[in-house]
């Protein structure tokens, strides 16, 4: 993506089913689950490389051995860093203890991580400290183990001053104001009130301390205890934990927004952000991998037992759409059609802007991630090619000499690779000038392949601020001297902040709500700023379901082609001595490429949750204000 653009997050969970030494039997090592995990994680780096954590349990331990490993790092390649650490205090162990290699139960015993239940997490930074203590999995410890909690997750809340009051409310005393410190003290409270509850009554059936302890795991209902703590949620979340005993579980929000996906076998039970993670790294087919439905959790019992529960009532599915554009990774067999499509359905209007003149506009993308909508939108550039050569040929009939025949089949797309990104800028740099500086540095162009008569087409994921384009992109392919550079972002225009993950919590960081800003201007209707934030102001005392979204009034007099054309104008300046128009997606075309993620909030306002319509007039009500702090 060529704005710089972050997202909250990846996990994996691997339970084994069988015991290690079945492993080390069938695949020759009893460290079968952390390779797995690696691989797991490795291929969900797309979704975050500013941290990562692993935590494992070992099962049936006896009372004196730890059972309980975790490691995080904020190193600049974490993934491989809290391997490298893994793998470095198992030769050690090694090193010190021959005689554990081919000893399982010594294996298990004595070195960490060898366990039967692991959580992976890899995390980007877009909110709160980038330290190690930020990054997940978060462990909440007691001396009971069925107490023991340990948390990760893919999710962002967008009420959490009423879920942290709620916390005091039962008396309790959190160590943080995070979403993910809040969401683990409620779900371990009623963690703790359950265990309390099931103890007792083993008390009374005439049970000891120690005869009661796998009672209570058999006896503890998780998705109770989810159902209890999960009651006032708002956000889009994926949400796992692992239970000191070996129960586990993973939570879906009941919008299905955050992606969630599982696996299991006879071996294995499985559960990521992608499916193609767990196809790749399982090698299994794409019609075994399960998609978790809206509000439903993944129960995985100590016993191995797998349950689904709907812990939560699901609503109007609205799965996050950026996933299907950008996040989410393109081999996925859907995700890869819906990418191409996303091309496919931009076509119409690229070649209204080169007036249907092919031969004279090469065709390229910008960044990576872009190139299978770019496949998409050449399929139809070549159909639209043939349909002419076609009609050429047909035209012409007996006349054409052979020499014309072939001139005329030989046209197709050109299709040329403009820009190239030979450095990766680092996402600690957060400060907009270093960031301005360094983008400006971070592409290079090919010369040689554009004529002064061409007009130029780079499609793109989308278009969320603008920066890089202007900044570096635009100046950048204007050094080429195209007549026209027409940029054709895959997304329609994002217009609004993201409150469930995606780094996008500022309106008056976004081009569209810049360029409405304008539009007001010139059309003399800037007062409807004031309106808007005055309308805004009066909603803050009502509780969220009555909450409606009137940012929106600040679009509404405009079309989508008046803002595109704003933006077009915003984003290129008097140096640039090419026409320069920008091209967005159309809700509509969205939707019939990708028509089972309907999650369209930051381009339509349509929030899937009641706490989004708040998160936006808060938003607004920071813009008019002057106050650079995040609305939720």
Same mark, same amino acid.
């Given at each position: ?429 957060? %400060? ?9 540095? &971070?592409? *290079? /162009?090919?010369?040689?392949? $554009?004529?002064? =008569? +061409? ?62 800003? %304008? ?9 409807? &700023?004031? *309106? /808007?934030?005055?309308?805004? $102001?009066?909603? =803050? +005392? ?73 998160? &936006? ?16």
């Amino acid at each position: 993506m060529s704005d710089a653009l972050k997202h909250e997050c990846g996990i994996a969970v691997i339970r084994l089913l069988k015991p290690l030494e079945y492993y080390k039997e069938k695949y020759g090592s009893a460290f079968y689950g952390v390779n797995k995990m690696y691989l797991m994680m490795e291929k969900q780096h797309n979704r975050g490389q500013d941290g990562a954590g692993l935590a494992s349990i070992k099962l049936d331990t006896k009372p004196g051995e730890r059972y309980i490993s975790r490691v995080r790092s904020v190193a600049q390649q974490p993934i491989q860093d809290i391997f490298a650490q893994i793998n470095d205090r198992v030769n050690k162990e090694f090193k010190a203890h021959p005689e554990y290699m081919d000893d399982v139960a010594a294996q298990k015993k004595n070195i960490p991580y060898v366990g039967e239940l692991l959580l992976g997490h890899v995390r980007y930074g877009t909110f709160g400290k980038n330290s190690v203590e930020s990054v997940h999995p978060f462990l909440r410890q007691n001396n009971w183990m069925h107490r023991n909690l340990i948390m990760a997750g893919n999710f962002n809340m967008t009420n959490v001053k009423e879920l942290f009051a709620n916390l005091i409310e039962l008396g309790q005393h959190p160590k943080e104001y995070t979403d993910t410190i809040t969401i683990m003290e409620k779900i371990g409270h009623f963690l703790d009130d359950a265990v309390s509850k099931i103890y007792k009554d083993l008390k009374k059936e005439g049970y000891n301390k120690q005869q009661a302890s796998p009672l209570i795991a058999e006896r503890l209902k998780v998705a109770k205890i989810l159902r209890r703590a999960a009651k006032n949620w708002d956000g889009g979340y994926a949400m796992a934990g692992l239970i000191g005993h070996g129960d586990s579980f993973v939570l879906r929000d009941p919008a299905g927004i955050r992606p969630t996906y599982y696996y299991q076998d006879d071996e294995i039970v499985v559960v990521a952000s992608e499916r193609p993670v767990i196809q790749t790294v399982f090698n299994v087919k794409f019609e075994d991998v399960k998609e978790l439905g809206p509000g439903q959790a993944i129960i995985i019992k100590k016993s191995g037992e797998v349950r689904l529960k709907q812990i939560l009532e699901p609503l109007e599915r609205k799965s996050c759409s950026f996933e299907r554009i950008y996040f989410s990774r393109g081999s996925d067999a859907e995700i890869y059609q819906e990418r191409k499509m996303l091309g496919k359905l931009l076509m119409p209007k690229v070649l209204e802007a080169i007036n249907n003149d092919t031969k004279n506009t090469v065709f390229s993308y910008i960044p990576n991630t872009a190139e299978t909508s770019f496949y998409g939108m050449v399929e139809t550039a070549d159909a639209f090619i043939n349909k002419t050569k076609t009609a050429a040929i047909l035209n012409g009939q007996r006349s054409l000499s052979a020499a014309k025949v072939k001139e005329i089949l030989s046209e197709r797309a050109r299709i040329e690779k403009i820009a190239i990104k030979d450095v990766k800028l680092r996402t600690f740099i957060t %400060e907009d000038s270093s960031r301005d500086d360094l983008v400006a540095h &971070v592409y *290079d /162009v090919t010369y040689g392949v $554009i004529k002064p =008569t +061409d007009n130029l087409v780079i499609i793109d994921d989308s278009i969320v601020r603008g920066t890089t384009l202007k900044m570096s992109i635009l100046k950048m392919l204007d050094r080429l001297s195209p007549k026209k550079i027409i940029v054709v972002s895959s997304a329609p225009q994002i217009r609004y902040p993201d409150c469930y993950g995606i780094d996008m919590a500022n309106l008056e960081t976004l081009v569209a709500f810049r360029a409405a800003l %304008e539009l007001l201007k010139d059309a003399n209707s800037y007062h409807i &700023v004031k *309106d /808007v934030y005055n309308k805004c $102001i009066e909603q =803050t +005392d009502l509780d969220d379901k009555h909450v409606q979204n009137f940012v929106k009034e600040i679009y509404d007099p405009f079309t989508d082609e008046q803002i595109s054309d704003k933006i077009s104008e915003l984003l290129s300046d008097e140096s640039i001595k090419a026409e320069v128009k920008i091209i967005f997606q159309p809700v509509e075309n969205l939707h019939k490429a990708c028509p089972e993620h309907l999650g369209d909030w930051y381009f339509t306002g349509n929030y899937p949750t009641v706490g989004g319509n708040r998160v &936006v007039n808060r938003a607004f009500i920071n813009f008019y204000e002057g106050n650079n702090e995040r609305a939720y």
